[in-house]
């Protein structure tokens, strides 16, 4: 990983730190007032995605409710001005188990989409850069990858790897995850590698004898964060959408773990009757946070690059 | 035009054959294998023997490389082997569930096709305007609603209105084509959704590129109808890059079909899918792999010929 990370290299080091830093700060909010201003559905999903942030970030201090507390005498009890989202089957507070689920998709949504487009942009790019036999293999792999459809992939992932908690999070559930999102990003930034391949400066670079590490990573790599970018987001509403079907299907996040899917799993599909609002909401959750990363997504890939399409 | 079919169903072959030695190695480096899931998943105490003894009734003693070749002589002759679980031909397993995910994947098709034609087109008509916006929301939905939550609000739905739920026995549609109907068009409804949603958003955007062609102008400036010039024109054209779509997700229904056949209860080939990663069930899940490759693999070669009769420019060699 300690490669793939150098993927988005950082825009070039200010010459001097001083003013220069203050003048960076400034560029940066006035980028983000003119990123509102050009793309206000962008800003209203930026705002939904903060406010998921701050759900997630501040999980205990937000949540009126351990989501874990057992509570017999209260089951099944309907929204109410004590519980906003009513109680489950035992007697857990439902609003704040959403709370805490916001924290789970985050950081299974972020991780995964991190990992998976960062692998899958490095591949696209090294195979852009060498062609030949490297790139014919790893388009073969990348088309034969393509051939499913991303809950496919992932199961058959789960499959192969099974449980593996780290630190309470499941590793290779994040792994099931990105190696979906591997070969659509691999394809997409493949292709703007290779426009910036046949670039003269990549020529410059060559000729100057630098290792092919090096012309990857530092002259190829910030020509392509836009891409890089604009897929991390797409793929964030994938992920969190993918880990939601998962856990819903058994196969994610188990229990007690607060996670959205789960909460619309086993036993909340047999109160169909009495308790509605075990359905409503979680879905409502999942929905909301999917519909603001892809809504940022979008108006990012505008602002970043409209000729750009997916 | 058949050469070139010829060559493509041949190019089949080594995509099939990639895909079939990527799932098999994938599958193999799992530690624990169907037979612990199956006599010890719930505690019981089995013996080593037993274990052992089961291992070689299944052919997992074997060295990796010969069980490869006992799995590929049987891929050549469609033999795809027994379910390690249930011990039933997979051929039997699946065939006995396609009929069920085929209807729902068909039926999900038409009401997406049906409705995401007209609305992507009057989208496009009326850009920037109410019905536009409206479309725009209504897709966004069908891209971040799950296709589960949405299946579990149609049953919801249906049981605030009429009091009554899908039965969850499978009436084939030959048997009883009205029972069969009104059991699957709300599945079909909730995996339909999401594709509608793709199918209508292409629909918009290639027919606002094709608007802008000079052969639009050319027809509109010789007075041809505006009707006309829309269905006849417009519309032929810009249903090229749709039908791509609509092939695409044809072949990804799969997909849907993994979570909504769960919210119904249908016993369908998502179930199965689910079904046999829990249990490790190593031949039924490459089968069902393989099914899904070919199954893609075939509506891509469809949808290419299908460009040829839609767009008669198209020569291929």
Redesign the interface.
Known sequence: MAVAEAAPAPAPAPASPGPAEAIAARSRTAALRRFCRQQPLGAVSLVVILAMMVAGLLSEVVAPYDPLAIDFAGILSPPSWQHWAGTDAFGRDVFSRLIHGSRTALVIGFASSFLGSTIGAVLGAASAYFGGRIDDLIQRLVDILLAFPLIVLALVVVAVLGKGLVLGIDVNLICAIAIPIVPRVARVVRAAALSVRVMPYIDAARAAGYSHVRIVFRHMAPNLVAPYLIMLTAHIAQAILLEASLSFLGLGVAEPTPAWGLMLSGNASDFFREAPWLILFPGLAISLAVFAFNLFGDSLRDWLDPRFKL | MLAYAAKRILLMIP?LL??AV??FF??R????DVVEVKLRGDGGNVSQETIEMERRRLGLDKPLLAQFGDWMVGLVTLDFGKSMWTDRPVVEEIGTRLELSLQVAIMATIIAVLIAVPLGTFAALMRDTWVDYLARIVT??G????S??FG??V??TL?GLFNWLPPITFTPLHVDPWTNLVQLIWPAMAVGYRYCAVVARMVRSSLLEVFNEDYIRTARAKGVYEKLVIVRHALRNALLPAITVIGLEFA?L???L??TE??FNLNGIGVL??Q???R?DFTL?QGL?ML??AF??VINLAVDLLYAVFDPRIRYR
């Open positions: 995509t990639g895909v990527l799932v994938m599958l480096v799992v530690p624990g966004i939905g891209l971040a609603i799950p589960f939550w579990m609000l049953m919801l049981l990804f799969i997909g849907g993994v979570v769960q919210v899918f689910v046999s990663v829990s490790n899940l792999v899904v490759a893609y693999v």
